[in-house]
């Protein structure tokens, strides 16, 4: 198998995983590096069929490609300690960041000898062919997308320069995620302001769907909303690059650390709950 076919992948979390369960299914060889990670990762890992590397250093030293799948506020890191390897290889960063972190993430590999593609994952870790993209863009987007033909995450070439398939993840994460934000703030002030039952009964007359997406926004994000924070901020920094407001996902930020408490934890908090817990900070 040539080296081209060596992918690491850097990290085996849920996204991470069926971003791994493609590249094998599609007949790559990954490799992951079990140093410093949890024993979730281990599981997640070997039932993927990944060789365990060990360490970052002999993952650059086997690897061809290198994909990043990690929470955003780590991408720049991640990033990081793969240039100072001096990594020739081509690393594709699959973070949820705004453009211009693309674009500095991407000279910092270029500047170590590397090549670069930017990526962008939209819709679910569920595994199921087709529930998810993987958008690539840059001069080796075409190459990536080879090593991603089968298995459940689809990758679909932009036709952009580094920065695009960033800027189409931020622009639909900005929505998806931003407008759940939205609706679970509306929702604590209503308790706040006792007339949360009166905004369900006028939402089921004149809005009929609008009471359940309050309610997924929740059950859906409580346990994940650590992750947001960073994509979030990553949000906020995109729109003012672009000359617009970024208060809107300076918000939405500050609400889902409100919600890290619920990392890991083993079923998500009631709507109740995850709305006093929204409202904590209240009057200080």
């Known amino acids: 198998m040539s080296?081209?076919?060596?992918?690491g992948l850097l990290h085996p979390g849920e996204m991470g995983s069926a971003v791994g369960a493609t590249l094998v299914a599609s007949g790559a060889r990954v490799l992951w590096a079990s140093a410093g990670r949890g024993a979730q990762s281990r599981e997640r890992a070997a039932a993927l069929g990944l060789e365990d590397a060990g360490s970052l250093d002999a993952l650059t030293r086997q690897a061809g490609t290198i994909l990043s799948v990690a929470p955003p506020h780590a991408a720049v890191e991640v990033a990081r300690e793969v240039a100072a390897r001096g990594y020739r290889g081509v690393f594709v960063d699959a973070n949820a960041i705004a453009p211009g972190t693309t674009r500095d993430i991407a000279r910092l590999i270029q500047e170590a000898g590397g090549r670069f593609v930017d990526g962008g994952i939209i819709g679910p870790a569920n595994r199921k062919p087709g529930a998810a993209r993987i958008?690539?863009?840059?001069?080796?987007?075409?190459a990536v997308k080879r090593l991603l033909e089968k298995g459940p995450v689809m990758p679909v070439v932009l036709d952009g320069p580094v920065g695009a398939a960033s800027a189409l993840k931020i622009a639909y994460g900005g929505w998806n995620k931003g407008s759940q934000a939205l609706l679970m703030a509306i929702r604590a002030f209503a308790v706040a302001e006792g007339v949360d039952e009166a905004l369900l009964a006028e939402w089921a007359l004149s809005q009929p769907d609008v009471?359940?997406?309050?309610?997924?926004?929740?059950?859906d994000n409580?346990?994940?909303?650590?992750?947001?924070?960073?994509?979030?901020?990553?949000?906020?920094?995109?729109?003012?690059q672009?000359?617009?407001?970024?208060?809107?996902?300076e918000a939405a930020a500050d609400l889902y650390q409100r919600l890290a408490g619920y990392k890991d934890t083993a079923t998500p908090p009631s709507v109740a709950e995850a709305l006093a817990e929204l409202l904590k900070r209240r009057g200080r």
């Open 3 to 7: 080296d081209a076919a060596v992918v």
């Open 135 to 142: 958008y690539l863009s840059g001069p080796e987007a075409g």
């Open 211 to 219: 009471p359940a997406r309050s309610e997924r926004a929740v059950n």
């Open 222 to 240: 409580a346990r994940k909303a650590w992750r947001f924070v960073g994509e979030m901020e990553q949000d906020a920094s995109a729109l003012a």
């Open 242 to 249: 672009a000359g617009l407001p970024p208060g809107f996902h």
